[in-house]
């Protein structure tokens, strides 16, 4: 009897493990996906993640699942960028929209492309 329920309380355990294992995947390509909007959304540049590592790997649990910025770029910019470009068809759908481009220079005098839309 003391066989059969090691066996099962082993089976028990494995099978929790690869729950968790699941689980916990999910929640660091959460982190590293919500990581990466942060950054574009507040107009950083991706180095930036190579500057907060030490930060966030002394202070976030799931800092050790970010990769390193060519990681972000290979892996998850993309994924990032159709799920924002989606969101944001969504949001124009069947919406009367127009939008101005302005080529002008910046203070370097470089060529920058500005794009404004409005109702």
């Given at each position: 009897m003391g066989e059969k329920k090691r066996k099962?309380?082993?089976a028990l355990l494995v099978q929790s493990t690869i729950t968790q294992s699941f689980g916990?995947?999910?929640s660091r390509e959460e982190?590293?996906?919500d990581f990466l909007?942060?950054?574009l959304s507040g107009g950083l540049s991706l180095e930036i993640a190579d500057t907060f590592r030490p930060f966030l790997l002394k202070w976030?649990?799931?800092a050790g699942a970010l990769p390193t910025v060519s990681?972000?770029?290979k892996t998850h910019l993309d994924h990032v960028f159709e799920k924002h470009?989606?969101?944001l068809a969504n949001k124009i759908k069947g919406k009367g929209i127009s939008i101005v481009f302005d080529e002008s220079c910046d203070?370097?005098?470089r060529s920058v492309l500005n794009v404004i839309g409005g109702k």
């Open positions: 099962s309380d082993k916990s995947k999910a982190f590293v996906e909007i942060t950054v976030c649990s799931q990681g972000l770029r470009m989606k969101g203070l370097m005098d």
